[in-house]
């Protein structure tokens, strides 16, 4: 049994009181975007505004091709 697993049968073994200080701790513990993740979302919006973008269909028959690069 992986790690995950064991802890999901364990979580359902808890009594929903500590299910619900687990969900606190793991809200706690999610620190949200951080500021180079929310930097590069932005340039990478400047960039498709600015220099456009591959349309779908494109990735959709080229993606092969660049996977195997």
């Excluded at 951080?34 to 220099?51: K, M, N, Q, W």
């Amino acid at each position: 049994m992986s790690g995950l697993a064991e802890i999901q049968q364990a979580i359902l073994k808890l009594s929903p009181w500590d299910r619900g200080l687990l969900w606190e701790w793991l809200q706690k513990q999610d620190k949200g975007e951080s500021p180079e993740l929310l930097a590069a979302v932005d340039e990478g919006i400047r960039s498709l505004e600015t220099d456009g973008g591959v349309p779908a269909e494109v990735v959709y028959q080229q993606i092969t091709t660049w996977a195997s690069r």
